[in-house]
């Protein structure tokens, strides 16, 4: 089963919409007979921060999160864009702060203030945290803080760099198609069952 969030820019829309299926999910198990069947919760960049989010929540145990690619700490993202090489795309740097900068200030503004931090218990047994160590947007760094928050919680599945689909910086489509999915579906099967 598959919900998607509404892409807008009137946050926290988006929070609300996760929030609202995994309540509804929770009070309609029985009626899909999945009272005792493990469910899990994922995303890829913004979406993998929702379901980060949602899984501190505990209105659901989840048997996995699979964070791809997301913020983890969105108020540390342009400081952590230091820590990003761009030595073979110079052009990037300023886009991408300029990107973060448009997020934090104009889609977004209210986000740091009431979601900028993943924090406390996450509800879920495994957490798979699929990233680029070289993504120019959300900066590696960002999961390795996960991973040192949560500790043996986490299993960091570097992705490699696709230059065939670069996607401006963030790498999502051609890593995910390329080298994500496959994995994200191992993992499903040995972990999440």
């Not at 929540?57 to 997301?70: E, Q």
């Not at 795309?89 to 990107?99: E, F, G, I, S």
């Not at 993943?118 to 999961?143: R, S, W, Y």
């Amino acid at each position: 089963m598959k919900h998607a969030y509404n892409l807008t820019k009137q946050f926290p829309t988006q929070m609300n919409d996760i929030a609202a299926f995994t309540t509804w999910l929770n009070n309609n198990k029985f009626n899909f007979g999945i009272v005792n069947a493990p469910i899990s919760i994922g995303g890829a960049s913004a979406g993998a921060h929702l379901a980060l989010f949602e899984a501190t929540k505990g209105i659901i145990p989840f048997k996995c999160v699979f964070d791809v690619a997301g913020p983890v700490d969105v108020d540390k993202i342009k400081s952590d864009l230091a820590t990003v090489n761009y030595t073979d795309y110079p052009a990037q740097k300023q886009v991408m702060a300029d990107v973060i900068d448009n997020i934090l200030n104009t889609v977004s503004p209210t986000l740091v203030q009431q979601q900028g931090s993943v924090k406390g218990t996450i509800h879920a047994q495994h957490i798979f945290a699929l990233h680029n160590e070289n993504d120019m947007l959300i900066p590696f760094i960002q999961t390795q803080r996960l991973a040192s928050t949560y500790g043996s919680q986490v299993t960091i599945i570097k992705l490699p760099f696709n230059s065939d689909t670069f996607g401006g910086g963030h790498n999502l489509g051609g890593s995910i198609h390329k080298f994500g999915i496959p994995t994200f579906d191992t993992h499903l099967a040995n972990y999440c069952k």
